[in-house]
């Protein structure tokens, strides 16, 4: 799922000397050899232990309505222990059919002073309680292998084992003035304000400074440092019939002085509010079907929903999962000029930052470009340290939030063809389609929000995806018609088969995908596409309908009703 | 949308300050009116919500549908500074500033309105009634707010009115007793207090009195939180009740824990609570009784495990306060339960022991004839002693009254929100609420009394000779009861211990923090560990054999979450969503409770020794 949230990482990095990073992980790994060395004689004895050790400085203004939300600096470190009860073949973090293994919370807060003492005590006793639960839950593990079903990914081990890596970067810092964007969000929230459609509108600045350090029992040691800036957007309105309509935008940057200049942030909320307007007056679209074209960014969000998560590893091997592509190695999946690869270590795109960089993944693995989807054909997928039987290794991509246990997930899934058009010509060709298929209009998508993914078996292999921004392109060339409630049904295999054409511009959506291990920082970079068809349904519209009375501010009643 | 979820670290707080109230005139059954406000005052606050609710009382109505004939409009406006430490290091040092609005509108009338109704479906708003708000208590952003929330409430009291009026009519019976008890517009607009936490430096208080524990290598893992809190809360409703009060409460919080030899988890706390950050002890003071917890969690860990005992069980005057916290709490409450066509709903009140054993019990004996109970929120201190639990107004907007719920063992009265119940229908002002979630009829500040009570050593004979009597070489003394919201390390302690005791709360399980084998040959202590209480209700209190004239004073924050409040998990809160309140009481003693010894598997040991503190 492709949506907006807290916080996010990017590698930033550039040589400094060794510092207070070196002393904490030099604690760290006085604790890891102490308890390598007891439980791994330990009863069940524990094969791996890693301790990450996050330290976080997070500025946050937040603004509505043209006042002042909250505004904090939060300053946190995060340390999380795993320790795997059994062997890489078998442990405790096995997944069962039957039941979930109890779940412990990888982690607990710990000394922002660089108090030795209190970090080892800290890491001892957090030690102590995840060891208790994994060994508890190799004993749910092995009791219940007799009876479980056996899938052919279910034989692959549960852990892999991975070179270890040494890294000690520069630790990074951030100095936040609050006060210049508690201004700023005042008054982009006030420009909403102005329109009677924006019933409520909230803007975000967060700043994020976070150096993590980790130490692993295969001798995996690491201390780097990312930072990020975004500045983030939202609206919500209501059509006259109930229907709920959100707009957002987003600013992402990591140095200081690329922050968006004021005009273009005002310039971006115009464009919020006229879009909103316009979709609060715009029809209802009728269930069809026939040829769409989404635009660059809606692409790239289509791709991270519908071929993204499935292509994540740990999918393959869960019994629950969908498992669309596990089966489909080597064979084609999507029309042979589309090539997809998912690449963390790539920092921008054509002079955009791409959000889904970094350089070692949450395992301390090192990122590598994952070429997924090559002129077609499905080549491999996204690894984390769950092995499938035919992918031992991970590729970097194992990923979380602080607090949730790292899966494979997407970094930046960059989307690239050898059929390409300008996106003019695009545009022909979709008339040109919408003619051939007898059609009246095709449909152009603009704007996509990143909807819930259903990879789950109990579920249709359907996907859901937003829509947010729709026009009607008629054939007979009258001018283009917002609509709205535009729902995509279809199954994600046939809609990726039908994609047509590309254009020849790449463009980059950078946002946070939530999934099973929280919300990570993502990008996704496509061209726009032209499908040949696409089904749409009319979206359930909300029974809670606008509100009775006019806004305050734009009541004709109530002369000077704003002070 | 994170805006409109009230925050959990949201504290509510009754604390009271001397004010005097002006009742407006009493006049409740006139045509609801405009909220006034004392001329010249200037509250942006005050003034957005006047005129948004005068505007929503004139005008907001569906075409068919009954106008609100109630409005209110409820805001905190909330600075925290939270500082956590342990062992010196410093954890976290927060400060936070924040405001919350919450939107009651209700169709209908006093007999029969849209409240008091739990239903699986209902109303589904795009923004809900209630919500963080802006922060610079300016007019524009407020009204803004306010209109789409009173817009929210009164939709979600439409639906829930029909939902309810189809519920009712399929009973056989409709309930007879009112939805909203009358009570006369109060206007009362304090000066507003604002935070000061300069006069003492934090974050080294904490690190200072933390660094104590660092002399007992044995304490597994600790924490030692800092709360200082000031709250301005406005309440306004279309009855023309119009409150701005502010109030501040300050708490030093710490959280020990260790493990016996045998792998028996334990743990301590200590607390500490004034009115404002200035009342805190000093960190020296602090440190010393944080040292003391240490030594006691040290004992408590070379300690006797206690057998499975029946008998004479003598609670201190601390424990026998935190024992009242958690029987009384359900019973006080004189308002009836809401309607419900959830199963679920019933079900859980009911696993949290949160039934009346009082309703319709009035005039009847509960209590020795000796025993006297009064909740007072209008008294500020006892002997000289702060009372935390008193207010001028309750959160309705209701003067806090004096009541005698148990007059010389007789079941007088009981406490009352506006929401009227079977024996009584009036408020006596006891509807309080934390983090502006629904007011319920909570205690305040509860003084348990005897007339004829005991000298500490006729007590301890009177304990002693029952032992005898009763044929035991030893008997129990509990010095102080747990409350595993102060004494959990870790968040999830506390989930797991509310998770053990969720079955037996309802059935009377108590646990015991420290507790002693007395002896009746000589009178000598001995800590044991492991007890849990069986079936100590309030009806084991109808005929206690005895109790002391000593009188503590025991503050606690009544936890407000998961509908705890109200119930006996209501005693296992702290300053964090907590709702301060105090009871007094003396140490008791009862004939025959049941405790029940460790009979569990201990936990596993650590293999790995604890790295030195030092």
Same mark, same amino acid.
């Given at each position: 799922?492709?949506?907006?949230?807290?916080?996010?990482?990017?590698?930033?990095?550039?040589?400094?000397?060794?510092?207070?990073?070196?002393?904490?992980?030099?604690?760290?790994?006085?604790?890891?050899?102490?308890?390598?060395?007891?439980?791994?004689?330990?009863?069940?004895?524990?094969?791996?232990?890693?301790?990450?050790?996050?330290?976080?400085?997070?500025?946050?203004?937040?603004?509505?309505?043209?006042?002042?939300?909250?505004?904090?600096?939060?300053?946190?470190?995060?340390?999380?222990?795993?320790?795997?009860?059994?062997?890489?073949?078998?442990?405790?973090?096995?997944?069962?059919?039957?039941?979930?293994?109890?779940?412990?919370?990888?982690?607990?807060?710990?000394?922002?002073?660089?108090?030795?003492?209190?970090?080892?005590?800290?890491?001892?006793?957090?030690?102590?309680?995840?060891?208790?639960?994994?060994?508890?839950?190799?004993?749910?593990?092995?009791?219940?292998?007799?009876?479980?079903?056996?899938?052919?990914?279910?034989?692959?081990?549960?852990?892999?084992?991975?070179?270890?890596?040494?890294?000690?970067?520069?630790?990074?810092?951030?100095?936040?003035?609050?006060?210049?964007?508690?201004?700023?969000?005042?008054?982009?929230?006030?420009?909403?304000?102005?329109?009677?459609?924006?019933?409520?509108?909230?803007?975000?600045?967060?700043?994020?400074?976070?150096?993590?350090?980790?130490?692993?029992?295969?001798?995996?040691?690491?201390?780097?440092?990312?930072?990020?800036?975004?500045?983030?957007?939202?609206?919500?309105?209501?059509?006259?019939?109930?229907?709920?309509?959100?707009?957002?935008?987003?600013?992402?940057?990591?140095?200081?002085?690329?922050?968006?200049?004021?005009?273009?942030?005002?310039?971006?909320?115009?464009?919020?509010?006229?879009?909103?307007?316009?979709?609060?007056?715009?029809?209802?679209?009728?269930?069809?079907?026939?040829?769409?074209?989404?635009?660059?960014?809606?692409?790239?969000?289509?791709?991270?929903?519908?071929?993204?998560?499935?292509?994540?590893?740990?999918?393959?091997?869960?019994?629950?999962?969908?498992?669309?592509?596990?089966?489909?190695?080597?064979?084609?999946?999507?029309?042979?000029?589309?090539?997809?690869?998912?690449?963390?270590?790539?920092?921008?795109?054509?002079?955009?930052?791409?959000?889904?960089?970094?350089?070692?993944?949450?395992?301390?693995?090192?990122?590598?470009?994952?070429?997924?989807?090559?002129?077609?054909?499905?080549?491999?997928?996204?690894?984390?340290?769950?092995?499938?039987?035919?992918?031992?290794?991970?590729?970097?991509?194992?990923?979380?939030?602080?607090?949730?246990?790292?899966?494979?997930?997407?970094?930046?899934?960059?989307?690239?063809?050898?059929?390409?058009?300008?996106?003019?010509?695009?545009?022909?060709?979709?008339?040109?389609?919408?003619?051939?298929?007898?059609?009246?209009?095709?449909?152009?998508?603009?704007?996509?929000?990143?909807?819930?993914?259903?990879?789950?078996?109990?579920?249709?292999?359907?996907?859901?995806?937003?829509?947010?921004?729709?026009?009607?392109?008629?054939?007979?060339?009258?001018?283009?018609?917002?609509?709205?409630?535009?729902?995509?049904?279809?199954?994600?295999?046939?809609?990726?088969?039908?994609?047509?054409?590309?254009?020849?511009?790449?463009?980059?959506?950078?946002?946070?995908?939530?999934?099973?291990?929280?919300?990570?920082?993502?990008?996704?970079?496509?061209?726009?596409?032209?499908?040949?068809?696409?089904?749409?349904?009319?979206?359930?519209?909300?029974?809670?309908?606008?509100?009775?009375?006019?806004?305050?501010?734009?009541?004709?009643?109530?002369?000077?009703?704003?002070? | 949308?994170?805006?409109?979820?009230?925050?959990?670290?949201?504290?509510?707080?009754?604390?009271?300050?001397?004010?005097?109230?002006?009742?407006?005139?009493?006049?409740?059954?006139?045509?609801?009116?405009?909220?006034?406000?004392?001329?010249?005052?200037?509250?942006?606050?005050?003034?957005?919500?006047?005129?948004?609710?005068?505007?929503?009382?004139?005008?907001?109505?569906?075409?068919?549908?009954?106008?609100?004939?109630?409005?209110?409009?409820?805001?905190?406006?909330?600075?925290?500074?939270?500082?956590?430490?342990?062992?010196?290091?410093?954890?976290?040092?927060?400060?936070?500033?924040?405001?919350?609005?919450?939107?009651?509108?209700?169709?209908?009338?006093?007999?029969?309105?849209?409240?008091?109704?739990?239903?699986?479906?209902?109303?589904?708003?795009?923004?809900?009634?209630?919500?963080?708000?802006?922060?610079?208590?300016?007019?524009?952003?407020?009204?803004?707010?306010?209109?789409?929330?009173?817009?929210?409430?009164?939709?979600?009291?439409?639906?829930?009115?029909?939902?309810?009026?189809?519920?009712?009519?399929?009973?056989?019976?409709?309930?007879?007793?009112?939805?909203?008890?009358?009570?006369?517009?109060?206007?009362?607009?304090?000066?507003?207090?604002?935070?000061?936490?300069?006069?003492?430096?934090?974050?080294?208080?904490?690190?200072?009195?933390?660094?104590?524990?660092?002399?007992?290598?044995?304490?597994?893992?600790?924490?030692?939180?800092?709360?200082?809190?000031?709250?301005?809360?406005?309440?306004?409703?279309?009855?023309?009740?119009?409150?701005?009060?502010?109030?501040?409460?300050?708490?030093?919080?710490?959280?020990?824990?260790?493990?016996?030899?045998?792998?028996?988890?334990?743990?301590?706390?200590?607390?500490?609570?004034? !009115?404002?950050? @200035?009342?805190?002890?000093? &960190?020296?003071?602090?440190?010393? %009784? +944080?040292?003391? $917890?240490?030594?006691? #969690?040290?004992?408590?860990?070379?300690?006797?495990?206690?057998?499975?005992?029946?008998?004479?069980?003598?609670?201190? !005057?601390?424990? @026998?306060?935190?024992?009242? &916290?958690?029987?009384?709490?359900? %019973? +006080?409450?004189? $308002?009836?339960?809401? #309607?419900?066509?959830?199963?679920?709903?019933?079900?859980?009140?009911?696993?949290?022991?949160?039934?009346?054993?009082?309703?319709?019990?009035?005039?009847?004996?509960?209590?020795?004839?000796?025993?006297?109970?009064?909740?007072?929120?209008?008294?500020?201190?006892?002997?000289?002693?702060?009372?935390?639990?008193?207010?001028?107004?309750?959160?309705?907007?209701?003067?806090?009254?004096?009541?005698?719920?148990?007059?010389?063992?007789?079941?007088?009265?009981?406490?009352?929100?506006?929401?009227?119940?079977?024996?009584?229908?009036?408020?006596?002002?006891?509807?309080?609420?934390?983090?502006?979630?629904?007011?319920?009829?909570?205690?305040?500040?509860?003084?348990?009394?005897?007339?004829?009570?005991?000298?500490?050593?006729?007590?301890?004979?009177?304990?002693?000779?029952?032992?005898?009597?009763?044929?035991?070489?030893?008997?129990?003394?509990?010095?102080?009861?747990?409350?595993?919201?102060?004494?959990?390390?870790?968040?999830?302690?506390?989930?797991?211990?509310?998770?053990?005791?969720?079955?037996?709360?309802?059935?009377?399980?108590?646990?015991?923090?420290?507790?002693?084998?007395?002896?009746?040959?000589?009178?000598?202590?001995?800590?044991?560990?492991?007890?849990?209480?069986?079936?100590?209700?309030?009806?084991?209190?109808?005929?206690?054999?005895?109790?002391?004239?000593?009188?503590?004073?025991?503050?606690?924050?009544?936890?407000?979450?998961?509908?705890?409040?109200?119930?006996?998990?209501?005693?296992?809160?702290?300053?964090?969503?907590?709702?301060?309140?105090?009871?007094?009481?003396?140490?008791?003693?009862?004939?025959?409770?049941?405790?029940?010894?460790?009979?569990?598997?201990?936990?596993?040991?650590?293999?790995?020794?604890?790295?030195?503190?030092?």
């Amino acid at each position: 799922m492709l949506g907006a949230a807290w916080a996010a990482l990017a590698a930033n990095r550039s040589p400094l000397p060794s510092g207070p990073g070196e002393t904490i992980l030099s604690a760290m790994q006085t604790e890891l050899d102490r308890s390598m060395t007891a439980l791994s004689k330990g009863d069940p004895p524990v094969y791996f232990i890693s301790y990450t050790l996050a330290d976080r400085q997070y500025s946050s203004v937040s603004g509505s309505n043209g006042a002042l939300l909250s505004s904090s600096d939060d300053r946190g470190r995060w340390l999380e222990v795993q320790t795997r009860a059994g062997s890489n073949e078998l442990d405790n973090t096995h997944k069962l059919a039957d039941r979930q293994p109890s779940w412990t919370s990888p982690g607990t807060s710990t000394a922002l002073d660089d108090d030795i003492p209190t970090l080892r005590r800290e890491i001892w006793r957090e030690t102590d309680r995840q060891y208790r639960a994994s060994a508890e839950a190799l004993i749910k593990v092995k009791t219940s292998q007799q009876v479980q079903v056996q899938t052919a990914e279910g034989a692959a081990p549960d852990f892999s084992s991975e070179a270890p890596r040494t890294y000690v970067g520069p630790r990074v810092d951030i100095h936040v003035d609050r006060k210049p964007w508690e201004e700023r969000v005042r008054r982009y929230t006030a420009a909403f304000s102005k329109s009677p459609a924006v019933l409520n509108s909230i803007a975000t600045f967060s700043a994020l400074g976070m150096n993590q350090y980790q130490v692993t029992s295969e001798g995996t040691k690491l201390g780097f440092g990312q930072v990020h800036y975004r500045l983030e957007l939202y609206v919500q309105s209501k059509a006259p019939d109930g229907m709920d309509i959100n707009r957002f935008a987003n600013f992402d940057w990591l140095d200081p002085k690329d922050a968006p200049e004021d005009k273009v942030v005002l310039a971006r909320v115009q464009t919020m509010i006229q879009e909103t307007e316009g979709l609060d007056k715009a029809p209802l679209i009728d269930p069809y079907a026939g040829p769409a074209l989404l635009t660059g960014r809606a692409s790239a969000v289509f791709f991270h929903e519908v071929f993204g998560h499935r292509a994540e590893g740990f999918r393959q091997k869960d019994i629950n999962e969908g498992q669309t592509f596990t089966s489909k190695v080597g064979e084609q999946i999507l029309p042979d000029f589309l090539s997809i690869k998912d690449d963390p270590t790539q920092a921008a795109l054509g002079g955009q930052m791409l959000l889904g960089n970094y350089a070692y993944d949450d395992e301390g693995v090192a990122a590598e470009s994952v070429a997924l989807v090559d002129h077609g054909v499905l080549k491999t997928f996204l690894m984390g340290r769950s092995p499938l039987v035919s992918i031992p290794h991970s590729n970097g991509h194992g990923r979380r939030q602080l607090g949730y246990v790292p899966v494979a997930r997407q970094g930046n899934l960059i989307v690239s063809s050898s059929k390409t058009m300008t996106n003019a010509q695009l545009r022909q060709k979709l008339i040109e389609l919408t003619k051939e298929q007898g059609k009246a209009f095709g449909l152009l998508i603009d704007d996509i929000a990143g909807g819930f993914t259903f990879t789950g078996r109990g579920n249709p292999q359907a996907f859901q995806v937003l829509p947010l921004v729709v026009y009607k392109v008629f054939a007979d060339g009258r001018p283009d018609e917002l609509v709205r409630g535009v729902d995509i049904v279809g199954t994600p295999l046939v809609s990726l088969t039908k994609i047509v054409a590309t254009g020849d511009t790449p463009d980059v959506f950078n946002g946070y995908c939530g999934a099973e291990s929280g919300s990570v920082p993502v990008s996704a970079v496509a061209p726009a596409i032209l499908i040949s068809e696409m089904e749409v349904q009319k979206k359930e519209t909300s029974t809670d309908r606008p509100p009775i009375l006019p806004p305050p501010g734009h009541d004709p009643e109530t002369k000077g009703a704003a002070q | 949308v994170k805006k409109f979820a009230v925050g959990s670290a949201l504290l509510a707080l009754c604390l009271s300050f001397a004010m005097p109230l002006r009742a407006a005139q009493p006049n409740p059954k006139a045509a609801p009116q405009a909220a006034p406000i004392p001329a010249g005052e200037n509250d942006k606050t005050l003034l957005a919500m006047r005129d948004e609710l005068e505007r929503s009382r004139t005008r907001l109505q569906l075409p068919g549908v009954d106008k609100p004939f109630y409005i209110e409009y409820r805001l905190l406006d909330v600075d925290v500074r939270s500082v956590t430490a342990s062992f010196g290091a410093l954890l976290a040092s927060d400060t936070a500033r924040s405001r919350f609005m919450s939107v009651d509108v209700r169709v209908g009338d006093d007999h029969l309105d849209s409240s008091n109704f739990v239903s699986e479906d209902g109303f589904r708003g795009f923004l809900g009634s209630t919500g963080q708000v802006g922060i610079d208590r300016d007019y524009n952003s407020l009204r803004q707010d306010l209109w789409l929330a009173t817009d929210q409430a009164y939709k979600a009291a439409v639906t829930q009115m029909s939902l309810k009026q189809a519920f009712l009519r399929s009973l056989t019976k409709a309930p007879e007793i009112d939805d909203f008890s009358q009570t006369p517009p109060i206007i009362k607009v304090d000066p507003r207090i604002e935070p000061d936490w300069t006069s003492r430096n934090w974050d080294n208080e904490a690190r200072g009195a933390s660094a104590v524990l660092k002399n007992f290598e044995k304490i597994d893992g600790t924490r030692v939180n800092y709360y200082l809190i000031y709250v301005t809360s406005y309440l306004m409703t279309s009855e023309g009740t119009t409150i701005r009060t502010s109030r501040s409460v300050a708490a030093v919080e710490a959280a020990l824990d260790t493990h016996a030899e045998d792998g028996m988890a334990l743990h301590n706390y200590y607390a500490a609570y004034g !009115a404002k950050p @200035a009342d805190l002890p000093d &960190a020296a003071t602090v440190g010393k %009784s +944080l040292a003391q $917890a240490g030594t006691q #969690l040290m004992e408590l860990r070379s300690s006797p495990l206690v057998p499975d005992f029946t008998g004479p069980v003598l609670f201190d !005057a601390p424990a @026998a306060a935190s024992v009242l &916290a958690q029987v009384l709490p359900p %019973s +006080l409450s004189g $308002a009836r339960p809401p #309607l419900s066509m959830a199963p679920a709903f019933d079900q859980m009140m009911e696993r949290m022991g949160a039934n009346s054993e009082w309703t319709g019990r009035v005039g009847a004996r509960v209590f020795p004839t000796s025993i006297t109970l009064v909740d007072d929120p209008s008294s500020k201190d006892f002997q000289g002693r702060p009372l935390l639990g008193s207010y001028d107004v309750d959160d309705e907007g209701v003067r806090g009254e004096r009541v005698t719920v148990v007059d010389h063992g007789i079941l007088k009265d009981l406490l009352m929100s506006r929401r009227p119940g079977p024996d009584f229908e009036p408020s006596n002002g006891h509807g309080r609420a934390g983090d502006l979630s629904d007011t319920k009829p909570l205690s305040s500040n509860l003084l348990f009394q005897s007339s004829d009570p005991l000298k500490p050593d006729e007590l301890k004979k009177k304990f002693l000779d029952a032992c005898r009597d009763d044929g035991h070489p030893w008997c129990l003394e509990v010095k102080e009861m747990d409350n595993p919201a102060l004494s959990s390390v870790e968040q999830e302690d506390f989930s797991d211990f509310i998770g053990g005791v969720a079955g037996g709360i309802a059935g009377g399980m108590r646990v015991p923090l420290l507790t002693y084998r007395v002896y009746v040959a000589d009178g000598r202590e001995e800590l044991v560990r492991g007890g849990i209480i069986q079936g100590l209700t309030l009806r084991s209190l109808r005929n206690i054999p005895a109790v002391g004239g000593d009188a503590s004073v025991f503050t606690y924050m009544q936890n407000s979450a998961g509908g705890f409040a109200g119930t006996a998990l209501g005693a296992f809160g702290s300053t964090q969503g907590g709702i301060p309140s105090t009871v007094i009481a003396p140490s008791m003693l009862f004939d025959e409770v049941e405790v029940r010894g460790f009979h569990g598997e201990p936990r596993r040991l650590p293999l790995v020794p604890a790295p030195p503190l030092k």
